[in-house]
Structures are given as C-alpha cells and as structure tokens.
C-alpha cells in the first residue's frame, strides 16, 4: 500500500525515537540486549525511511494512520530497570612480584610492592607486549635507577651544564634537569617534551619527575618516544641500551639482566 510523504515523516520521527531509546525490533528477541538489537539493525543508517520496516513497527504495537503514529500503552505491570554496567575484568599482570624479584635480584623486597603496578600499566599502556620488549624495558630500568632504588640520579647533574644537545641552555640547567624516573630522563629539552606530553609542568617543578606516581609513565614516553619497542624487536639490546644511556656504560650489567629477563618470562 502507498505511503503519503506525512505518514512517513511521522514514521521517521517514531523510528528515531525508538533507535535514540535503543529499542530493538523486527528479529530482536525478546531476551536480547537492547542496545546490541538497535545497533546491529541499524548499524548503516544512512537513510532512516528506508531503513524503517513500517509492517514490523506496526506488529510490535505502533499503529498507522494518517497523520499520527501513536506509541502502545504502557502495561502497568511492567517497570523500567536500570542496567548495571558490567566491570571489565582486571587484565593480569605482564610481570609478577616473584618475577620481578628474578629478573632483578638487586631489588630491595620492600620496592618489589611498591613498583610492581606502575610498571605493569606502563607496559600495558605502552605496547611492551611480547617478552623481548619486556625483558628490554625492565632491564634499563634497573640500570637506571640502580635496581629500583632511587628515581633521581645520584650524581649533582653538574656534568650537564651548557649541553646545548640537551637543550640546557640556561645557566643552572644541568643540576635543575639532572637524571629523574625510572629511566633517569635528562636535559630541558626531555623536560619540556614530557610536560607537553603529560600536562604535568615538570619544567617548573623538575622534581615531580622522581615522584612514584610519575616516574614509570615518563620511563614509558621516553620509551616510546625512541621506538625502542621497534628497536628491541630488530637491532638488539646493545642498541636499546646505546639510545638510553648514550653509550655503553654497565653495558654488561644490561645485557644480563635482559638474558635474565627473557629466561624468566618465557619460562615462568
């Protein structure tokens, strides 16, 4: 049967009452999630008209006439009820308390805790997902803060004065911008990058940088920022371990605990 231009105006309105509701109809069941029923019906919805089945709408209990589409009465039975959103499940952990005591056995027991979480959601946030990355990333880790032990170098920083490699291009920048987090990011230039990057002013205010909540999201951007993912994957740890430090220092040191590494997470 024909459909006058304002009987379909009016059948439009009601359909996209009914998809902005997600409601469900045509093949939905009745035990079907309702807004998975309105978004694999309409999942194209280019054209409302022609999506809309006006013979379906009418046995679900919408009526047609004229000039009006009327919705069916509500039974007073029926009640509407909220649906509670499910919680996802937590994802395990890349790396586990035990393991990261094998992998690094410098670590001080009280650390283990205290550092096990942060540096999982930063490889899971990060894409260090395969053993090679994992065992690459936790390896100049702990080089760099000396088995967890610290988040701020050591040393003064005066030995950064005036690299201009560095963007330390004001005086006093080398010790305000020494070595901080989990992988001692160095220099104004780094800082700058990471305060953009984070919205954390770490130029005012460098040391934040060693902070527990900060200092393995930052290992993780600089991480990134490099590739290292790529790098750990193709060239190597020796250049993984080239582009953190700069050179070779505890190369050794590197290299065996990212063979310590790999032994523990793909033989747990």
């Not at 283990?112 to 053993?131: F, K, Q, S, T, Y």
């Not at 032990?149 to 920083?157: D, I, L, M, N, Q």
């Not at 160095?186 to 770490?202: A, C, I, P, W």
């Not at 250049?239 to 290299?255: P, Y």
Request: charged share 20%; hydrophobic share 40%; aromatic share 6%.
């Amino acid at each position: 049967m024909p459909v006058s231009p304002s009987r379909r105006i009016h059948c439009a309105i009601a359909a996209a009452a009914v998809i902005t509701a997600g409601v469900g109809f045509g093949t939905a069941t009745a035990n079907a999630n309702p807004v998975t029923s309105a978004a694999t019906r309409y999942q194209e919805p280019g054209n409302l008209l022609k999506a809309l089945d006006i013979d379906a709408l009418t046995g679900s209990g919408w009526s047609k006439v004229d000039n009006t589409t009327v919705e069916p009465e509500e039974s007073s039975e029926e009640t509407e009820q909220a649906v509670e959103p499910v919680a996802e499940p937590a994802p395990a952990p890349v790396v586990t308390p035990d393991e990261l005591a094998r992998i690094v056995p410098g670590i001080p027991p009280e650390k283990i805790n205290e550092v096990i979480a942060p540096l999982n959601d930063a490889m899971v946030r990060h894409g260090i997902d395969n053993p090679v990355r994992q065992a690459a990333f936790i390896a100049q880790l702990a080089v760099e803060s000396d088995s967890f032990r610290t988040f701020e170098e050591y040393a003064s920083g005066r030995a950064y004065e005036g690299r201009a490699d560095l963007g330390n291009t004001q005086p006093g920048d080398g010790e305000r911008y020494k070595g901080r987090g989990a992988i001692q990011v160095t220099g104004r230039h780094n800082y700058q990058k990471l305060s953009e990057h984070t919205g954390v002013d770490f130029v005012s205010h460098p040391e934040l940088l060693a902070t527990g909540e900060n200092a393995f999201t930052t290992a993780a951007w600089y991480w990134t920022s490099r590739n290292l993912n790529e790098v750990a994957d193709t060239a190597g740890i020796v250049r993984v371990s080239e582009l953190v430090n700069g050179g070779h220092h505890a190369l050794d040191r590197r290299i065996a605990d990212f063979e310590r590494g790999l032994n523990v997470l793909l033989r747990p």
